[in-house]
């Protein structure tokens, strides 16, 4: 299994509160992915990063920023977390490899409330 | 745009029973990847198959088989004999390429099989 860990995994906050997710990797690969998964919906991509200090936005990234220092790390941060921000979050990460090309591989998610 | 389809939301079947996901998909690029991922009750989603746009050839891992046909858009998943551990929700994807080179994924909305003992 790719070492992926998310943290943390279950958070309650309230509406208006800021909030920072992690993702980190073990892995070194140079592609990492936010997905939020909500019923109906699939998962959608909220914004990834092609490298250290290089993001960019997927289809729902309002409401949402990223920040990527290291190769190891990626942060997702609601800045304002809002009702409709309730959902479960998927970090991945990919490599372009001679076996597996550019499968993502997902971290354990984090779900989170916002009251 | 590219988008991925699967009409069904839910399947239950009886244990040994063989069933089959239905993904079609849309795109205008004419190379991409298609994958499944297999996302149990536990939550994490878990990687089944990736297959390149120029191989249509079928193939089978175990109970787990695919079928890709180009001329329908559709790249279906079948599981034979199927058992209480294939309960799940699997989720079919497509890649495009980003304006950075990276492969970026569409889901679709993903079918919860449950297998019944």
């Known amino acids: 299994d790719a070492g992926i860990t998310q943290s943390p995994r279950h958070k309650v906050t309230e509406t208006g509160t800021p909030v920072t997710l992690r993702c980190h990797q073990t892995e070194n690969h140079r592609y990492m992915y936010w997905y939020r998964q909500d019923p109906g919906h699939g998962l959608r991509l909220i914004h990834y990063?092609?490298?250290?200090?290089?993001?960019d936005k997927g289809e729902v990234s309002d409401g949402y920023s990223v920040s990527r220092s290291k190769t190891e790390d990626f942060l997702l941060t609601l800045e304002s977390a809002t009702s409709s921000q309730t959902s479960v979050y998927f970090c991945?990460?990919?490599?372009?490899?001679?076996?597996?090309?550019?499968?993502?591989?997902f971290g354990p998610g984090t779900r989170l409330l916002v009251l | 745009a590219q988008k991925v389809t699967q009409a069904q939301t839910e399947i239950s079947v009886v244990e040994k029973e063989d069933v089959t996901l239905d993904c079609v998909y849309e795109t205008r690029d004419t190379t991409y990847y298609l994958f499944w991922y297999k996302q149990p009750p536990s939550g994490e989603l878990v990687f089944l198959i990736r297959r390149n746009s120029f191989d249509e050839q079928n193939e089978i891992s175990g109970r787990y088989s695919w079928n890709f046909q180009k001329s329908t858009s559709s790249f279906n998943f079948t599981i034979t004999a199927s058992q209480v551990v294939d309960s799940a929700v699997y989720f079919c994807?497509?890649?495009?390429?980003?304006?950075?080179?990276?492969?970026?994924?569409?889901f679709g909305t993903g079918t919860r099989l449950t297998i019944i003992p």
């Open positions: 991945a990460i990919s490599e372009d490899s001679p076996n597996t090309g550019e499968t993502q591989y």
């Open positions: 994807a497509l890649s495009f390429i980003s304006n950075f080179g990276n492969e970026k994924l569409t």
């Open positions: 990063s092609y490298g250290v200090k290089d993001t």
